[in-house]
Nanobody
Framework: QVQLVESGGGLVQVGGSLSLSCIASGRPLSTYTMGWFRQVPGKEREFVAAITRGGASKYYSDSVKGRFTISRDNAKNMVYLQMNSLKPEDTAVYYC?????????????????WGQGTQVTVSS
């Protein structure tokens, strides 16, 4: 079992940048495909980005492609989400998640472990 803790959220202006981090404990992060998701109150949780165990393959939702970058450092048990050119519609609670699947996936049901989330607010 792995525990996940996100950090790095906050308030940023439109067009600004934020970098989210997720640290894992309990098991080596290298055994998991990792993903980032986000959720707005009253709406379903949605996929943002995913990265395979070794970091060779990445997958993004169309809404963030070209603006967000997912990366990982297995030696540090960390996964990151660099968010650039932020828009008001990026405002949400962002969650880090771990999956035992081998490939990147946006399916929420494929992820077994979740962090508590970190709030990102983009103001206009």
């Amino acid at each position: 079992q792995v525990q996940l803790v996100e950090s790095g959220g906050g308030l940023v202006q439109v067009g600004g940048s934020l970098s989210l981090s997720c640290i894992a404990s309990g098991r080596p992060l290298s055994t998991y495909t990792m993903g980032w998701f986000r959720q707005v109150p009253g709406k379903e949780r949605e996929f943002v980005a995913a990265i395979t165990r070794g970091g060779a393959s990445k997958y993004y939702s169309d809404s963030v492609k070209g603006r967000f970058t997912i990366s990982r450092d297995n030696a540090k048990n960390m996964v990151y989400l660099q968010m650039n050119s932020l828009k008001p519609e990026d405002t949400a609670v962002y969650y880090c998640a771990a999956s035992t699947t081998l490939s990147t996936t946006g399916r929420i049901s494929a992820y077994d472990y979740w962090g508590q989330g970190t709030q990102v607010t983009v103001s206009s």
